[in-house]
């Protein structure tokens, strides 16, 4: 079994910043990959970054260049950090690891639970 534990969200005035952790642990062989989605209120969850195993960065046009992707590998953590937040940055923020669990395995799509951002004065 993999799980991934997500920490950083909270209450964030206009302007400021965070940082979001996914920490994977369990049966993992490999990562493939990872990404941040989020999903506001009335919305459909949509994609804000993608990080490949090589390290490959990509962004919603909506965060570039306010939002950095990044990975520890050995830690098999993924981070967002956010700058400039604005209001419609409010979400809940999901990460998501392409995680193959063994040598044989497929690789599979793991969710973590999500964590709150909320961009307000």
């Known amino acids: 079994q993999v799980h991934l534990v997500e920490s950083g969200g909270g209450l964030v005035q206009p302007g400021g910043s965070l940082r979001l952790s996914c920490a994977a642990s369990?049966?993992?062989?490999?990562?493939?990959?990872a990404a941040w989605y989020r999903q506001a209120p009335g919305k459909e969850r949509e994609l804000v970054a993608t990080i490949t195993s090589g390290g490959s960065t990509n962004y919603a046009d909506s965060v570039k260049g306010r939002f950095a992707i990044s990975s520890d590998n050995a830690k098999k953590t993924v981070y967002l950090q956010m700058n400039s937040l604005k209001p419609e940055d409010t979400a809940v923020y999901y990460c998501?690891?392409?995680?193959?669990?063994?040598?044989?395995?497929?690789?599979?799509?793991?969710w973590g639970k999500g964590t709150l951002v909320t961009v307000s004065s």
């Open positions: 369990g049966s993992i062989f490999s990562i493939n990959g």
């Open positions: 998501n690891y392409e995680i193959r669990e063994r040598s044989w395995s497929t690789t599979e799509n793991y």
